[in-house]
């Protein structure tokens, strides 16, 4: 399978900063990848769908404008919380999709973003 | 779109005996149901799937079974290990692109 490194594993941010999140899929080159979020006990809730040299898509509910998604390259994508705010706090993982070569999804590692 | 739900949401077994975690789905149209096994403060990993052409799968101790008539396939664990432990979550699609998740059970292993 893929192998996806997410860095940082956690980080600490004061109210209004920005944070950025990166996701490297490193032996599958990956034109789509994924941004996940995770409540504390809750299941994985897409947010938005990152595609190698174009537009993120994302899902309903998910501000294009505070979740800034760059895939500038098939190994790398990543996710910027602009603006952070304590109700920002939460997990944060990315996927790569190995779509013809299997049609799988593997997760990186996950980042634990807290918002003070 | 797709509707996934999981029971149990919490799982206690004794080291040894087997797990099972059952899922049900609701789109017709999905034909890919994976498997992921999440530790604490880790992301998922993808344990075993299987392909709606396909009844039954194995991987050494892991097994899902699919019922597409029913709607619904299930996880079994056999000889539990407490490095079993560990939140699992199934999934179901047309295909991994867009997955819908359940809601996760929590398996603990009791030595």
């Known amino acids: 399978g893929a192998v996806v490194s997410q860095h940082p594993s956690r980080v600490i941010c004061k109210s209004g900063t920005s944070v950025k999140i990166e996701c490297r899929s490193l032996d599958f080159q990956a034109t789509t990848m994924f941004w996940y979020r995770q409540f504390p006990k809750q299941s994985l809730m897409l947010m938005a769908t990152?595609?190698?040299?174009?537009?993120?898509?994302?899902e309903q509910g998910v501000e294009k404008d505070k979740f800034l998604i760059n895939h500038a390259s098939l190994t790398l994508s990543t996710l910027t919380v602009t603006s952070a705010h304590p109700e920002d706090s939460s997990f944060y993982i990315c996927?790569?999709?190995?779509?013809?070569?299997?049609?799988?999804?593997?997760f990186g590692s996950g980042t634990q973003l807290s918002v003070l | 779109g797709e509707n996934v739900e999981q029971h149990p949401s919490t799982l206690s077994v004794q080291e040894g005996d087997s797990a099972v975690i059952k899922c049900t789905y609701s789109?017709?149209?999905?034909?890919?149901f994976p498997w992921y096994k999440q530790e604490l403060g880790k992301g998922p990993q993808l344990i075993i799937d299987i392909r709606s052409n396909v009844g039954e799968k194995k991987d050494q101790r892991i097994a899902v079974t699919l019922n597409k008539t029913a709607k619904h396939f299930s996880l079994h664990i056999t000889e539990t290990q407490p490095e079993d432990s560990a939140v699992y979550f199934c999934a179901a699609s047309p295909s991994a692109r867009q997955l819908t998740f359940g809601s996760g059970t929590q398996l603990t292993v009791l030595p």
């Open positions: 990152s595609n190698e040299g174009s537009k993120a898509t994302y």
């Open positions: 996927s790569v999709f190995t779509g013809t070569a299997g049609e799988k999804l593997f």
């Open positions: 789109d017709s149209a999905s034909n890919y």
